[in-house]
T-cell receptor, first 113, second 113 residues
C-alpha cells in the first residue's frame, strides 16, 4: 500500500546505544516530520524537513539527529540513547501546503533500558 | 497554556449514540483544522480537514469550526464499536513554516455494543 513506512516497528536499546529509525514515503511529499508520542503529552515534534537535503529542529530536538538525503526518506538517529527517549515515534509526511493534513506511519515503539 | 486544548475524556457511549468531541484554541492565525483518528497501537489517520469556519460532513462524521469562539467540534452520528479510538484535533496557520500542525492531546472514545 502507498503511504509512510517506518522501520523497525519495535526496538529495545540499552542506555548509551545508538540506533537509526527509517521513514520512507512513496507519495512524493515535500515535507516530512518526526514526532514522539508519550502518555499525557500528546504528539511532540522532534525534527522536520521541507525538502531533500534540508532539516530543522522542532519542539524537542535534543538527543536526536536527522538526515534527508533523498526526498522519499527521512532518518532519525539517536546517538546515545537515554531512558527518557522511551516513546512511540511517528513519522509523517505532507504536501507543500498548510492544511492538507499529514499521512502518518504506523510507529516505532522504542524502549531504552 | 497550550495553544490547543482538547477535552481529555475518556468518553464511553452506547452504540448508536451521538458523540461530540471538542477542542479550543488560542492562536487566531489558525485557519486549517484537522481531525485524526488513532486506533490502539497504530498511527493517526486523517479523518477530515476544514478551512476557516463552517461545517463539513462526511458520512456519519461532521466537523464544525467556530472561529469567533475559537472552538472546533467533531460529531459522530450513530456511533459504532469500530469508532472506538483516540481522536486528535490539529490546527495550522496559512503559510505556516513547513505546514506544521499543532495537535491536541487526544480524546479516547469507547463505543459499547
Amino acid at each position: 500500500n502507498a503511504g509512510v513506512t517506518q522501520t523497525p516497528k519495535f526496538r529495545v536499546l540499552k542506555t548509551g546505544q545508538s540506533m537509526t529509525l527509517l521513514c520512507a514515503q512513496d507519495m512524493n511529499h515535500e515535507y516530512m516530520y518526526w514526532y514522539r508520542q508519550d502518555p499525557g503529552m500528546g504528539l511532540r515534534l522532534i525534527h522536520y524537513s521541507v525538502g531533500e537535503g534540508t532539516t530543522a529542529k522542532g519542539e524537542v530536538p535534543d538527543g536526536y539527529n536527522v538526515s534527508r538525503l533523498k526526498k522519499q526518506n527521512f532518518l532519525l538517529g539517536l546517538e546515545s540513547a537515554a531512558p527518557s527517549q522511551t516513546s512511540v515515534y511517528f513519522c509523517a509526511s505532507s504536501y507543500r501546503r498548510s492544511g492538507n493534513g499529514y499521512t502518518f506511519g504506523s510507529g516505532t515503539r522504542l524502549t531504552v533500558v | 497554556q497550550k495553544e490547543v486544548e482538547q477535552d481529555p475524556g475518556p468518553l464511553s457511549v452506547p452504540e448508536g449514540a451521538i458523540v461530540s468531541l471538542n477542542c479550543t484554541y488560542s492562536n487566531s492565525a489558525f485557519q486549517y483544522f484537522m481531525w485524526y483518528r488513532q486506533y490502539s497501537r497504530k498511527g493517526p489517520e486523517l479523518l477530515m480537514y476544514t478551512y476557516s469556519s463552517g461545517n463539513k460532513e462526511d458520512g456519519r462524521f461532521t466537523a464544525q469550526v467556530d472561529k469567533s469562539s475559537k472552538y472546533i467540534s467533531l460529531f459522530i452520528r450513530d456511533s459504532q464499536p469500530s469508532d472506538s479510538a483516540t481522536y486528535l484535533c490539529a490546527m495550522s496557520a496559512v503559510g505556516t513554516n513547513a505546514g506544521k500542525s499543532t495537535f491536541g492531546d487526544g480524546t479516547t472514545l469507547t463505543v459499547k455494543p
